[in-house]
């Protein structure tokens, strides 16, 4: 069984960026999908990317895309995100996952692993 932790959440100004890493304290990737999932106060978990094992597959959401950067480098067991052009509606935790082998990688229910989060604040 892995486990995740995630690091790099800080406060940013916006239009700022910020990496997120997240790591796996023990344990190895199964050659499945890692995600970044996010929630805000008082809102529902959002997708926010996703990476198939390879890191030829990438997936966004639609609030993100254009703006951040999913990658993997499984030698090391970690996953990244990297965030551009950050806005105060990127304010969240941020949590990674260990997801599914194949389908399914947009929803957060498929994932069987996850991290405590990282807090990311981007005031305006």
């Known amino acids: 069984q892995v486990q995740l932790v995630e690091s790099g959440g800080v406060l940013v100004q916006a239009g700022g960026s910020l990496r997120l890493s997240c790591a796996a304290s023990r344990g190895t990737f199964r050659r499945y999908y890692m995600g970044w999932f996010r929630q805000a106060p008082g809102k529902e978990r959002e997708f926010v990317a996703a990476?198939?094992?390879?890191?030829?597959?990438?997936y966004y959401g639609d609030s993100v895309k254009g703006r951040f950067t999913i990658s993997r480098d499984n030698a090391k067991n970690t996953v990244y995100l990297q965030m551009n052009s950050l806005k105060p509606d990127d304010t969240a935790i941020y949590s990674c996952?260990?997801?599914?082998?194949?389908?399914?990688?947009?929803?957060?229910?498929?994932?069987?692993?996850w991290g405590q989060g990282t807090q990311v604040t981007v005031s305006s």
């Open positions: 996952a260990e997801g599914p082998r194949t389908t399914g990688w947009g929803t957060w229910r498929e994932y069987d692993y």
């Open positions: 990476i198939s094992w390879s890191g030829g597959s990438t």
